[in-house]
């Protein structure tokens, strides 16, 4: 079918993509009413953010209508803030790629475990939520490290696809390479290079020539499937249209572990001690997927983590770098229908009194 084109483009390349695969272009960068009949594909770009090509990067994959998910490393994220931001207002899903890239098969658990939260934090400090992808560098993985991956509520990412852009692939080859996906397939690419770059028109062209989309990748799966409709900060993809918020204070909550206790500044709620206390209640469900805030605050200047667990499941972790009081978000949550019970668990140990937690808001 072909459709009318409607807007008027500013690029001449993207204006002869639209025009060869008929998009409806409705309003906005983002809005096509495109053909995905024949599944989605999970486009993903590593090693960023960076200021000498992650801006180029977004403004071609908007151009083209394009999303795609972004395994930055952390040291990255630290340095380029408002990058990591830029990379969600433009739509993409950021996942976690290590902090240092190193190979992390040859580390211990709690070096990998390092790698791994220092990244959650710098991009829930730039986003406001933690990723819940992740990509080992090199593909490497085992046993050990999908321990740590399932401690911080991570799903391991890998790709079914190499663009070879790493390897000196030229943009043909990178197209060439797309052309081979099928539906639920993840290809490996890089915020790093100009033949990248430059293959994003094609790209878009050979997807809607086949009646393909770019989509979020499942943090169920690993594989790629329909955006669920929003931005997706944390990697996760956003929460179903909510209903109303509600909100538990932390003080209200069933309180367990050694030293957990009420406290009255910097707010009125409760402290956990790293030393895996918790505070817990029970939520009843009618729906399977929800978003969760949680505001709490570092009760020092390290660095707080807070697991979130429904029925006895990890199913992400809140990271709170300092003592202003802040709230962060895990959305796209799984939790099942009924009632479940929830838990807020301090799982960092530094020694010292570590989290002190206001409430959670479900929607
Ligand atoms: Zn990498």
Known sequence: MFKTKVKRWAAIGTLAV???????????DEAFAADCSNGYVGLTYDDGPNPSNTTNLLNALKQNGLRATMFNLGQNAANNPSLVQAQ??????????????PHMTSLSSAQ?????????????SATGSAPKLFRPPYGETNATLKSVEAQNG???????????????ASTAQIVAAVGRMQNGDVILMHDQYQTTLQAIPQIAQNLAS???????????????????????????????????????????????????????SPFTGVALYANNDLVKFTQNFTTGT????????????????????????????????????AVYTINNVSTGTGNQEIQLVCTTDNGTW??????????
């Not at 639209?18 to 906005?28: D, M, Q």
């Not at 220092?118 to 991009?123: L, V």
């Not at 955006?227 to 932390?250: I, L, M, V």
């Open 354 to 363: 570590d989290v002190y937690l206001d409430y959670l808001e479900i929607n």
């Open 18 to 28: 639209s025009l060869i695969t008929g998009s409806l272009v409705v309003s906005g």
């Open 154 to 168: 991570l799903t391991e990412v890998i790709w079914n696809v190499d663009s070879g852009d790493w390897n000196g």
């Open 88 to 101: 969600v207002a433009a739509g993409m899903w950021v996942g976690n790629h290590s902090y240092t890239h």
């Open 290 to 325: 929800h978003s969760f805030s949680l505001r709490g605050a570092s009760s020092n200047s390290s660095m707080a983590r807070v697991d979130l667990k429904i029925g006895g499941v990890t199913k992400g972790s809140f990271y709170y770098g300092g003592s202003s009081p």
């Open 210 to 264: 086949r009646k393909m989309c770019a989509g979020m990748i499942s943090t169920s799966t690993g594989r790629a499937v329909a955006p669920d409709g929003g931005s997706t900060g944390g990697g996760g993809g956003t929460t179903n249209p909510p209903s109303t918020a509600t909100r538990t204070e932390a003080e209200s909550m069933t309180k367990a572990g050694q030293y957990t206790g009420n406290i009255s």
């Open 112 to 124: 990998m475990s390092s790698e791994i939260t220092r990244t959650q934090q710098a991009i829930q």
